[in-house]
């Protein structure tokens, strides 16, 4: 079965530090992974896309990084600000089914001054 | 440009009567989804639209709901008799043709509460 885990569910830090938020996924086959930030009331909106040849990937602040051999991918969030307070998606694109995305439950991130 | 665009932001209504909810994809889009999301949680699959195919329907709940797409543009989903579970975050989504490199870009949802 397609399955994307994130963690941790939720998240709490100070403004200025660092976080990594973590996912891992058994989706097959694989064709992309893809980190999005939701804010509340809002739609989610994407941030990174990579295939299965890109370890890395950066926007900003936000660097995602993939190993495809272990199927996890990580999402790097550096000097957060009270703006970065979201839910942050992963979802993978692949399996057999027709729409082809299966989406994780995402972190609650949220950013304290 | 203009984005997804989702209408009405909100919808009361009362237990047993129907809605519809309308999604304008962006132009040129021709892959469109609908997902639900319950509050806190994370985003069902509902349906997905490409081109002309025949719908994926896979992730409607039951038979009182229904999607369509009329001339590969606008798309409206409809809950028939609706039910207080029912309440929830819809979302709309689009994508260029080719899914698998193409972000969705998302409207900002309709939020459903039946009383």
């Known amino acids: 079965k397609n399955q994307v885990e994130q963690s941790p569910q939720s998240l709490i830090i100070l403004e200025g530090k660092n976080c990594t938020l973590q996912c891992n996924y058994t989706v097959s086959p694989f064709s992309n992974l893809r980190w999005y930030k939701q804010d509340t009331g809002r739609g989610p909106v994407s941030l990174t896309i990579?295939?299965?040849?890109?370890n890395t990937k950066s926007n900003g602040r936000y660097t995602a990084t993939l190993d495809a051999d272990t199927k996890q991918s990580s999402l790097h969030i550096t000097a957060s600000q009270l703006s970065d307070s979201a839910s942050y998606i992963c979802?993978?694109?692949?399996?057999?089914?027709?729409?082809?995305?299966?989406f994780g439950g995402g972190t609650r991130l949220m950013v304290k001054p | 440009g203009a984005g997804v665009s989702q209408s009405p932001s909100n919808k009361v209504t009362e237990k047993g009567k129907d809605v519809e909810l309308r999604c304008d994809p962006i132009?040129?889009?021709?892959?469109l989804y609908w997902y639900r999301q319950s509050l806190g949680q994370g985003l069902e699959f509902l349906i997905y639209?490409?081109?002309?195919?025949?719908?994926?329907k896979s992730g409607l709940p039951s038979d009182r709901f229904s999607a369509e797409r009329t001339g590969g543009s606008v798309s409206t989903l409809t809950i028939q008799r609706t039910q207080q579970e029912d309440s929830a975050v819809y979302l709309c989504?689009?994508?260029?043709?080719?899914?698998?490199?193409?972000?969705?870009?998302f409207g900002n949802g309709t939020r459903l509460t039946v009383t």
């Open positions: 132009s040129g889009h021709t892959a």
């Open positions: 989504a689009s994508s260029l043709a080719q899914v698998q490199a193409s972000p969705l870009h």
């Open positions: 639209f490409q081109g002309n195919s025949a719908p994926d």
């Open positions: 979802v993978v694109s692949g399996g057999n089914a027709g729409n082809m995305l299966t």
């Open positions: 990579m295939t299965f040849s890109e």
